[in-house]
Structure formats: C-alpha cells, structure tokens
C-alpha cells in the first residue's frame, strides 16, 4: 500500500445526488455545470480535518451512475472535462487527494460495445465481452445476457475476455493520468479475484503510487486481499456491528467484530465508515440520539482508513429502501455552500475533534484493540501502537460508570471525571483518554 494512505480520511460523496442531477436521462446533452457545486464545498471537508475526496460514479451513465454509458466521458448531468479538470485542481491546490469510483463489473444497455454486440450477434468481436445466451430474449427485449444480481440494465463484462482486461487497464491509467488518486472499484466482490490480479499489475507498473480499494461486502477480506491485490476492502462487517451494537445495546457484537478487525489489520488496512451511498445512514439506524457520537468514537480510533459520507458529518436521516428510486433519501442534493447549513453542527464538532485526536496519533491507522471491561451496556477497549496506548470507554446506561484504568494521563475526547485508579463517564456518554504504556 502506498505510504499516502496512512494519512488520508475520506469525505464521501455520491455526486449526482449531491449536486441535485436527475436520475435520467444520463449520457446525453445538453451538457449542466453542476460540479462547480461541489468545488463550492471543498473547504467543507477541510474545516472537519479530513483531506480526501472519495468520489461516486462521475461517468456518463443512464441513470444512477452505476449503468455505465462512456468511461472515458463526465456525465453531462455533472459538467464536462473542464469542469472536472477545475475540480481536480481546485483538490489539488487544497491537498485533497482523489478516488474515483470504476465501476468494471457491468455497464448499461447504453453501452456502445453492447449495442454492438447486440447488432452483429453471436461469434462477433464484440459480443465476446459479455456472456450472452443467444438462445434466449430477456425482459427487455434483447438476447439474454449474465447482468448484475438480477438487474438487467446492468450487463455483466466477460472478465475472461483480453478485450475487457485491456479496456479496464485502459480506462484506469487514463484517469490516474488526469489526476486522480486512485480507485474504489464497485462490486469487486462479484468479479473473479484473478481478473483483478491481472489488471492491477498493468496498472501500478504506469502508476505505482495509486490506491485501490474494493467493494467486498460479505466472504474472506484477508483471502480477497491477498488474490485480488487491491489495496484494502471495505469493512461492512465492522459497520454493521458499529451501528448494531449501539441500537441494541450489545457491546458483545462489537468486541467480537473488532477481534476480527484486529486480524485483518495484521495482512491489510481495511477502509472503515458507518455510512456510504448504499446503506441507512448512521443517524437513523441508531434510535438515540446521544449514542451517536459513540459511533464515530469507535470509527476514528480503531485501525482502519476511515471515510464520513457527505451529510452524516451534520447528522443528516435517511433509510435505504429496497425500491426503485429507494435509495434517494441516502444520497440528497446538498444546499449552494456549507454556510447555507442550518443544523447538525454538535455532530460536526464531535467528528471534528475525534478528527483531530486521530490526526495527532496517526499510529491509529493500524491500531490493534483489547478489551478492558465488556458488558452490554458499557465497554472499554486500548488501542496500542507505536509504543503508545488510547483507551476509549463508551456507556449507554442511564447511570454514570466507573472504570478501573491505571496510569490516564489526559482526556483527548469526549467528556469524563478522572481520578486515581480510573475514571467516571456520565450516563449515556462517552471518553478518549491517553493513557500510559
């Protein structure tokens, strides 16, 4: 992994949403300026400490980005290449690095080379960059192909096909030589290991210093790492014990997910967040309010490359519904500028000092966690590194609780009265101590 990721924290952002695009059409003209909307917010992400901007499908699409029309092309619904260029320098000149997001595993029945494929039939070159069954006609109407979990307007890439692994290396290095950082590469679960072991060596070999991170949701992140070579996964598994631990007041959840955090982190840095574009925000899955804070105390202390997606830093709700359009109260268009913002500002400031506690322990990146005290309602766990130790206590109960901690030397974070031999934290609250080795 390159050395720049020990230090970055992501911003997430879904773009279309943020900037208030239509879902369709997409890939067609005329061409909106709506990019300038995002520049207007980098300062945004800045004053939380954070200093990358982790990016959604930019590409022309059908729809929701996610049905790819042109990899090489910006939605017109987002701008054009010189709206991208002022984006990129506008980071640039922030030192915000960038990751796009490729989505490699389908594309849309927009696609050029599938319309292609769908003209000149079976045996065609072009045809041999899907999995076709000839034989057969789908909903839609055309020769029936593999397409992604059941959506067909999505259509599955042949990933055996040289033709596909030359367009993936193609259109990676074209944007790692545009600018960007790296890539989050979506649905990478559903694309054999080998594909990308193919892939990513063509890439580093151009540009050595790019980060790759995949989209795994389920299975052996280790043993995905390892076959694939991307950089990292994402760690659903953590995110869900995060916000499940706190709704149902089972810390026991979550000391088992970080055991196997700890695993992980020994091969790989997993990237962690407790919210993105595909899931109930993190406001909404934890019914009490004053155990949100909880949830990114445990984000920005375990090891881990964490990312805050757009709006949760203010407390923004949203539910992830299994529907068509279920997913628009997750990704929302944002107002003009950050200082048209009227709520959510105590959240801000508790991600923007937990940011700080982080940025001054950068050795959390790997951090490896022990338990001290585990009940249902109360937990306390170290986090040890650089010959240096965190402890972070977290409490759910209506009382105030007392914690035997030997040797705290200073209250980083959150709010607890310290005394020899431990510390209290008030009910429902929630500390960060230093403590010695």
């Known amino acids: 992994m390159t ?14 949403g943020f900037v208030g695009s239509a879902h369709e059409p997409g890939g067609r003209e005329p061409v909106e300026h709506r990019l300038p909307h995002l520049i207007a917010w980098l ?10 901007i982790l990016l959604g499908p930019v590409f022309a699409s059908g729809s929701h980005g996610y049905d790819t029309i042109d990899y090489r092309r910006i939605d017109p619904r987002l701008g054009d290449d010189a709206d991208f260029d002022a984006l990129l320098a506008a980071c640039r000149e922030r030192g915000l690095r960038i990751l796009l997001d490729g989505v490699f595993n389908h594309v849309g029945t927009d696609f050029p ?16 960059a899907f999995r076709f069954h000839w034989d057969s006609t789908n909903d839609l109407g055309l020769p029936a192909y593999d397409c992604f979990e059941g959506h067909q307007a999505l259509v599955e890439l042949n990933h055996d096909a040289p033709q596909v692994e030359d367009l993936v290396v193609e259109v990676m290095c074209h944007w790692l030589g545009r600018g960007i950082d790296g890539w989050r590469l979506d649905a990478a679960y559903a694309v054999p290991e080998d594909f990308w072991a193919r892939v990513l060596p063509r890439v580093r070999q151009r540009f ?20 694939s070579g991307v950089d990292s996964v994402t760690q659903y598994e953590l995110w869900k014990a995060i916000w499940s631990s706190l709704s149902s007041a089972n810390f026991f959840e979550l000391s088992h997910a970080l055991a196997r955090h700890d695993d992980f982190l020994r091969d790989f840095v997993p990237q962690t967040f407790v919210g993105n574009h595909d899931v109930t925000r993190i406001a909404t899955q934890i ?23 757009y709006g949760d830093e203010m407390g923004y709700t949203g539910t992830k519904e299994e529907r068509l ?26 991600i923007r000092v937990l940011v700080g506690v982080r940025r001054r322990h950068p050795w959390l990146h790997r951090a490896q966690t022990r338990d001290l005290h585990l009940a249902n ?17 977290l409490n759910l109960s209506d009382d105030s609780w007392w914690v035997d901690l030997d040797a705290v030397e200073e209250l980083l974070a959150g709010a607890a009265e310290v005394a020899a031999g431990g510390i209290s934290v008030p009910a429902h609250g929630w500390a960060v101590l230093r403590a010695g080795v």
């Open 3 to 16: 050395d720049w990721v020990e230090h970055v924290l992501w911003w997430h952002v879904y773009p279309l």
């Open 43 to 52: 300062d945004h992400p800045i004053s939380l400490g954070l200093n990358g």
């Open 113 to 128: 080379l599938f319309r292609q494929a769908v003209a000149d039939g079976p045996g065609s070159e072009a045809a041999g």
């Open 208 to 227: 050595p210093e790019a980060y790759v991170l995949g989209e795994v949701i389920h299975g052996d992140y280790a043993q995905f790492v390892a076959r």
């Open 287 to 309: 019914a009490d309010p004053r155990h949100l804070p909880h949830a990114y105390a445990v984000l920005l202390t375990v090891g881990g490359t964490p990312s805050i997606y």
């Open 325 to 350: 359009g279920g997913d628009d109260q997750v990704r929302p268009s944002m107002p003009p500028t950050p200082d048209d913002l009227t709520l959510g500002f105590d959240t801000f400031e508790t």
């Open 377 to 393: 309602a109360s937990y306390a766990f170290e986090l040890t590194g650089d010959g240096e130790r965190i402890v972070l206590c």
